[in-house]
C-alpha cells in the first residue's frame, strides 16, 4: 500500500470528490494561487480551475456564508480556514445558519457543507492564533465534528464529509499534516460514530483524538516499556456523534480512563466523556476518569511555556499512572 | 472573468447605470397586471392585521414583525423578477412571502406554531421558507443573510444558469460587518445579484442618522464595492416594478451586482412590543398619505378599471381568504412532541433517528 | 426592606456605579432614547447623556471592540447585548480580545468591561435567538462569567462585575426581569466565587444559577410537599470562578447531585461539574450526577416544543426522584 | 455633539481636505529631524534583518512578518504625533515599536520568548505592546484592532481630550467587517484618528484586485463612512510626515476621522515562511528602486548633511546597538514555568492567584 503525507491524504480525498462532483468546490484564503497556506490544496488550482478552487478576501464570515447559501441550492462547498481560529469572526456563520437553517426551514433545505482546517496550539503562535476548537463547535447540534489522527483515517474521513448532507467541522493539525501512513489506491470512506481502536490494551482505556492521539500512543509506548502498563489508546474520530458505546465497552474492559486534548479544559471534550462514563458505567469505574487537556490559560508564545502549558508524553503517562493507582 | 479588473474605470461609472434608469422609466405593465399587485398589496395588509389580532390574543409568540406601509416594496419587487430566480430577505418576511406566491394557511400556521406551518412550526414569524418557490427565508440576525445570498449568486454564476438572486435587507443591517463582505465579494466576483435596502428610516427605534454615517444610503456601495446604486420610491409599486425588473436586466447581462435604496416607512412599531416614543403621530401620518395602496388605487381608478364597488369586492375577498386561512391554521394541530428530533440532520444519528 | 424588580436592581447597580465613577459608561442597542429594549437602563439617558448612555448601530463586533478598546485605556465600559445570541457576530473579540489582550501584552493593559444582556431561550425566539451562552463563555480562560438569580445577587453582583479589572460576561434572562425581591437601601457588594445555598436540604444538592434556579426551587417544594423529600438548591452566582468547594461541601453532606441549565448539554456547564464532583469526590457520591439540561437540539418556535426542550420543573423533579433512587 | 448631522453636505466634501493637503505641502522639518529618520529606518532594518538571522536559527518561533521596505510608514507618520497620542497597529509591528521609541531590547526579548521581552515572552513577534509609550499592540487577528482604535478614540472625545489615534491596518484587512462597522462608528461619533492603510499590494499571496472590489483604496471611505481619503507615498518618509502631521491637525480641530491609503511594498516575503510564488524577482526590484532609506539619504546628501562617511557611521553604530541588544536578549532567562499563570486576571482566583 502506498505510503503518503496526511496532507497529500486530504488532497487525494478532495481532489477525488471534485472529480466524481461537479457540484464540489474549495473556497478559502490562499488555497488556489498560493497552493495553500500549508499546501493542502498543493495543485488543485491547476486541476480544476479558478472557479472550483477559490482565492477568497479575508472576510471569513463572508465567504463561510457563501459557502452555506451555495449549499441551499445543492452545492457541495469545501471551506477552508487558515486556522480555525480565524473561524470565530464568522461564528455566527458557523453555529448559526450552518447548522440551523435545515431546521427553521423545517427541513426544506440540506446543508451539505465542509468547514476544514487547522485547530490547536501550533507553532508558538501566542493566544489568539492557536485555539482548539473541539469543544466549541462539539457543543452545538446541528453540526458534525470530525477530527482524523492517520493519514488512512484522514482521507476516508474527509470524503464521507463531503458527501455527507449536514455540516461538518472537519479539524486538521498543522504538526500532523506531514505524518505519514498508508493509504490504499483503492476506494473507500470511513463512517462518523465509529471509534477506532487505535492500541488494544487491558489496564486503562485512553481517549484520544486528532494530535493527542499520537501523543497517547507514545506514552502508551513508554509505559509499556518502563513499567508494562498495557495501555489502550481509543480514538473515537468524530466528535459529533461520539461512539459512547465503544468508549464504555472499552472501559468495561480496563476499569479505567484518561481522556486527552489540548483545548482547555473547562467544558471541553473530557468533560463530556467523562460525564457520560460516570452516568452510564458508574459501577464499571475503578477510579474517577482524568481528564488531560492544555492547562487553563491562554496559549503562551514563549515555547518552554507552550510545552508546559500543552500535554505531553510524559504528563499523559503520569497520569495514567495516577489514575490505575500505579505504584513505582 | 472570476475577478474585478484593476485599472479599469469602475463599471458603476460607467453607461449601464444610465441606460438602466432610462429603461426604467419605459417599462410600462398592463393594468391587468398593476389589478393584481393592487390585490396583493391588499392581501399583505389583512394578513397583517389580522397576524396583530392573534398576536394580542396570544396565538403567536416571540417576534412579530409587520410589514404594514412597506407592501408596495416587495408586491412591486417580486412582480419584476422570475419563478426561477432566487429570493431571501429578513425576518420582516410576511409581505416577501406573499408576493413569492406562498399560501396563506402554511404561513397563518408557522405563526402558530403548528406542523402544517410552513418551517413545521420550527421557525415562526421570522423564519418563512419555501423551497418550491424558490424563497431562501425568513432570517432573523441582522444581515446574517446577506452572505448567503451571495453564495446563493455564486452558484448562479458557477452553474452559468440564467438568475438573479433578490436579496432584501433593513437600513439598520448596513451597520454590520457581514453586509460589508458580502457586498465585497458580490462586488469582486461580479455576481448576478440585487441588494435591496427598504430604507424604512428606523432600525428599531434608531433613525438612520443615529446609526449609519452616510444617511444617503445608495452612495455607501458605488465606491466601496464598485456596486451601483440607485434610489427607489419604495411607496410606489409602479416604480418598484419599473426600477427592479431593469435592476434584473443589469444583472442578467453579467454586469455584477447592483443596489436598490428602496425608501418606504413602517406604520407599525418594528415588532408588536414597541412604544414607538421615537417618533410622532405626525410622522406617521405624513407617511400614510403616500400610502402605497392608496397610491395604486389612484392609478388604478384614473385607468377606469377601479372604483368604489370594486375596492370593496377586492376587499371582501381576500377578507374571506385571510379569515379562512387563520382558522384553518387555527384549528390545526401541534407538532408531536417527537418532532424536537427532526429537521436538524439529514443523515440523522441517535438521538436524531425516530 | 424596599421589594423591587430584578430589572431596577440592575438600573440602581449602573446607576450607583455611573455616579461613583465618571469612567464607566453604557453602550449598545436601543439603550438610551429608547430606555433599553427591555428597559433595564430606563430613565439612564435622562440622568447621564448622550456621552455615557449611548445608542449604537447594529455593530455588535465594532461596540463590543469600542468598548474593550476604551477599557485599555482605563474606562469602564458596560456593554449591553439585546441578548447574548447576538454576541455571537462579535464572538471575536469577546473571546480573543477582551480576554487576551492583558495576557498578550504580559499584563500591561487590564480589560475592565462589563458585558450584560439575556442568555436563555427566551419567548419562542426559534433558533438563531434562543441561546444559552453559559459554556461557551466560561470555557474561555481570562473571562469571568456571572449570572444573578435574585434581585438582590443582581444588584449586588453587576457592582461588583463594573469594579472588576478584568472582563465580565454577565448573563441575564428576560423570563426574570419582573421578578421582585427585597434589595437594601445601603450599599453592598458581593464578591465572585462564592455560592449561595438558596434553600437547605439534606436529601439531594441540586446546583442551578439564574433562571434554573427558580425552576429548580419550584421542583424542591413540589418535592418537599408530594414525597417530604428535603431538597438542597445551590446557587454558584458565577460560573467562572466557580465555587466547587461549596458544591463538594453539600454533595458531601447529601451523597447526590443534578444539575440543572437550560443550555446545550454537550459539554454544559452540568459536564463540567460532573467532571469536578467525580474527580474530586468520586467515593462521597451514592449515585451518579446528573445533568439536566436542554434537549440536544436547535430551540423550536412552537410553544409545546419549546417547552418539551427546556427542563421545566416536573422534569426536574423527576430527575432528581430518579437520582436518589426515590420510589413511589 | 455625537453623532453626524443629516442633511449636512458631507465634511469630506468640504474645505478642510483641500486646505488639509495643501497645508502638508508646506510643512518643511529641520534636516536634523531628517537625519533622525533616517538613523530610525537604517535602525529597522538592521532589526528586521537580524530578526530574519534569529528565526533561521530557531531563535523565534511562530509567525514572523518582517516590515523590510516599509520603514518610511512608521517612521514618517510616528515622527508626526505625539508621544501623547495613541498608536495601534497588526501583527507586522515591529518597525512601529521602534519608531515609536520602544528599546530594541525589550523586543529581541519578546521574539526570544523571554522573561524580559516587552510581553513577558507571553505575545511573541505579533503582539509588542509598550503601555509607557501609548503604543497598544501588535494584534495578530485581521482587523480585529480596528474596533480597539475606535474604543480609543472614543476614550479621548469622552474625555475632551487632545490627542489623536493612529490606527495602521493593511489592505488584506479593509475587507473584514471589523473594518466596516469601526469605520462606521468612528464616522458617525465623529472620533479623531487616523486610518493608515499600509497597502503594500498583498495580503499574504493575494494581490489586491483579487481581494478588494474596489483597488483605490482611498476611495472605499468617503462616501461609505463619511471619511475623507488621501493618498500619499508610503516609500517617501518626508511625504508620510508631512500629510500624517497634517492629518493629526485634522483631527485634533473637531473634524473627526480621515483616512490615509498609503502605497508601499515589502521585500521579504509575508512571513518567514513564504515562497513568493505570486510575484517577480523584477516585481521586487522595481520597488526597491525607490527604497525609502534611499531616497532620505539622497534629500540629506543634495542637503550636504550626509556623505559616505556619515552614512557608514550610522550603520556602524546602530549595528552595533542592534547585535547588543540581541545578544543581551538571547543570553537572559526564560520565564518560569509558573509564569504560564500570570498575566491573565487583575484581580486572580485560584488556580491564578500565585
Ligand atoms: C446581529 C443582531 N443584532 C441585533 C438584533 C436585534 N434586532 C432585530 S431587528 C433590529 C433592527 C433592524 O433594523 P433594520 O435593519 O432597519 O430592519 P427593519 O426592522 O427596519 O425592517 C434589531 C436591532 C438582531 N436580530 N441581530
Ligand atoms: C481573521 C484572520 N484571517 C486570516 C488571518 C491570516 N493572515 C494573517 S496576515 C494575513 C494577510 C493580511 O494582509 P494585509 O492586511 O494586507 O497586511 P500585510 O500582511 O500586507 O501587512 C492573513 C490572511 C488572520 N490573521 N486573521
Ligand atoms: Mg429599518
Ligand atoms: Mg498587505
Known sequence: MPVIQLREALNQAMCEEMQRDPDVFLIGEEVAEYDGAYKVSQGMLAKFGPMRVVDAPISECGFAGLGIGAAMVGMRPIVEFMTFSFSLVAFDQMVNNAP?????????????IV??????????LAATHSWTVDALYTHVPGLKVVIPSTPYDAKGLLKTAIRDDDPVIFLENEAMYGVRGEVPEEEYTIPFGKADIKREGTDCTVVAWGHTCQTALAAAEKLQQEHGINVEVLDP???????????????????????????????????????QLQEKCFDDLDNSVTRVAALDVPMPYSKPLLNHVVP?????????KKTIYFQG | MLYGCPGLKPLYMGENVKTLVEAAQKIEPSTAQMM????????????ELRSAQSYQQQKIGGFCHLYVGQEAVAVGSLAAVRPSDYVITAYRDHGHAIARGMDMHPLFAELYGKKTGCSHGKGGSMHFFDASKNFFGGHAIVAAHIPLAVGLGWAVKYRKEDRVVLCYFGDGAMNQGSFHEALNLAGLFKLPIIFLVEDNGYGMGTHVHRASAVTDLKLRTGDAYGIPGKDVDGMDC????????????????????IFLQVKTYRYRGHSMSDPQKYRTREEVAQFQEHDPIGRLEKVLRDAGVLDDQKIQAVNDEVHKLVEEAHLRADADPYPELDDVWTDIYSNPFDPYKL
Open chain 1, 312 to 320: 505531553g508524553v510524559d504528563r499523559v503517562a503520569e497520569e495514567i
Open chain 1, 237 to 275: 474520530r468524530t466528535l459529533r456523534p461520539l461512539d459512547m458505546d465503544s468508549i464504555i465497552a472499552s472501559v468495561r474492559k480496563t476499569g479505567y480512563c484518561v481522556t486527552v486534548e489540548e483545548g482547555y479544559p473547562t467544558c471541553g471534550i473530557g468533560s463530556e466523556i467523562a460525564y
Open chain 2, 36 to 47: 393584481d399587485w393592487y390585490r396583493q398589496m391588499v392581501l399583505i395588509r389583512q394578513f
Open chain 2, 238 to 257: 409602479l416604480a418598484m416594478y419599473r426600477m427592479t425588473l431593469s435592476a434584473a436586466e443589469y444583472c442578467r447581462k453579467g454586469n455584477g451586482s
Open chain 1, 100 to 112: 440551523k437553517v435545515r431546521h427553521m426551514s423545517g427541513g426544506q433545505f440540506k446543508i451539505p
Open chain 1, 115 to 124: 468547514f476544514r482546517g487547522i485547530s490547536g496550539p501550533g507553532q508558538q
